[in-house]
């Protein structure tokens, strides 16, 4: 069976990765082709198609409440706890081979990640008192530490517009870093709130549910000039999971004073809410990742119930539950880099896991 299409370009062959076919005046992508040979169908075409890759090196220390997020060389996850607090890095290039970078300035928990420009950045987090410190890494995971955040705090969440990247949470108080590692204090916050979920649209980075005084269904929106902006709010109020597909943030599942949910509410370029098809089982403390046309909400739990199952959603926001499952039911944390997924981490209700689960587009 062919694994590729390719074409003459010049002299040489080139991989086709994308290709796509008038229907109804629109333009739709293919995601499979295939040519008569003897009779007989073949696949000649194969693109874009969300599969399970397996198990990568795993996470130099097993540990949970560590944060995750990616530059254009490497994903890192860092921080986190076991029995003690955890100042471990683990860097994966995007042929997903690990190096383990300078260790974070401190141990943290409950630390936030985003990125921003070359810069993977780690902030906040709590070693028993919060902290305020801002860990940097470069595309060659040189690290630095810019102006630390201007209030020490943990459970916090953090996601780039595509100018700064913005942490924001605990309190009200909101952090924004440029390129260059400048840091700004942005419009706080509507409702200062810990634990909320963070995805980007666009050039739009957007806050949305967490936990004040009760379960919050406020959404904060900060755009390139860091104006905030406050949209609809979610269906339901309470502390969710956020990732980004079609340009279309998806809030997905959690849990409030009723128990864990399904609900999947989606917001687009123009922070119009709809509500999608929910999720298949009803969880919170999921792995969100983006990656191609794809959004995966991995593993979580409901209760003293731990679960391994992934669902996608596609760029047409159609949800499908992934055949394969992560390998390990657990609560865990992700991050995307080139076109694979990364679930690494998190805790199984009886252990610390260093499993990293794999998905891939190709």
Same mark, same amino acid.
């Given at each position: ?93 995007? =042929? ?23 810069? *993977? ?50 309190? $009200? ?39 004040? =005084? =009760?379960?919050? $269904?406020? *959404? ?20 969710? =999971? ?21 609900? *999947? ?31 995966? &909400? ?60 794999? &998905?891939?587009?190709?």
């Amino acid at each position: 069976m062919a694994k590729g299409m390719f074409i003459g370009v010049g002299s040489k062959a080139r991989k086709v990765k994308k290709v796509f076919t008038g229907v109804s005046g629109k333009a739709r992508k293919v995601k499979k082709a295939w040519i008569g040979v003897g009779g007989v169908a073949r696949l000649c075409f194969s693109g874009g198609e969300l599969t399970y890759y397996g198990v990568a090196t795993a996470l130099s220390a097993a540990r949970g409440s560590l944060a995750s997020a990616s530059n254009a060389a490497y994903a890192i996850f860092a921080g986190g706890a076991a029995f003690d607090y955890s100042a471990a890095t683990d860097a994966y290039n995007s =042929s997903l081979t690990r190096t383990i970078p300078a260790a974070l300035s401190s141990a943290a928990a409950q630390l936030a990640a985003t990125s921003i420009g070359d810069y *993977v950045l780690f902030g906040g987090g709590h070693n028993r008192n919060p902290i305020s410190t801002v860990n940097a890494y470069n595309l060659s995971l040189s690290k630095t530490n810019p102006t630390g955040l201007s209030v020490a705090r943990t459970q916090l969440s953090a996601v780039s517009n595509g100018i700064y990247g913005i942490f924001a949470g605990y309190s $009200d108080v909101v952090d924004a870093y440029s390129a260059s590692l400048t840091r700004v204090l942005p419009t706080p916050l509507s409702v200062g709130r810990r634990s909320l979920a963070a995805t980007r649209i666009g050039g739009i980075a957007v806050f949305a549910g967490g936990i004040a =005084s =009760s379960y919050s $269904d406020v *959404v904060d929106a900060y755009n390139s000039s860091l104006t905030r902006i406050i949209p609809a709010l979610l269906s339901e109020a309470r502390f969710t =999971s956020g990732a980004t597909v079609n340009n279309t943030a998806l809030f997905a599942g959690g849990e409030n004073s009723t128990g864990r949910l399904t609900v *999947v509410d989606a917001y687009d370029v123009a922070l119009t809410r709809t509500t999608l098809l929910p999720l298949s089982v009803a969880k919170s403390a999921m792995g969100a990742a983006s990656v191609s046309d794809y959004a995966l &909400f991995g593993g979580g739990r409901s209760g003293k119930d731990y679960f391994n199952v992934v669902d996608v959603y596609d760029a047409s926001l159609t949800r499908a539950v992934a055949t394969t499952a992560l390998s390990v039911a657990r609560v865990t944390y992700s991050t995307s880099i080139n076109n694979y997924a990364l679930f690494g981490g998190g805790w199984t209700g009886s252990t610390y896991s260093n499993v990293v689960d794999v &998905f891939q587009v190709s």
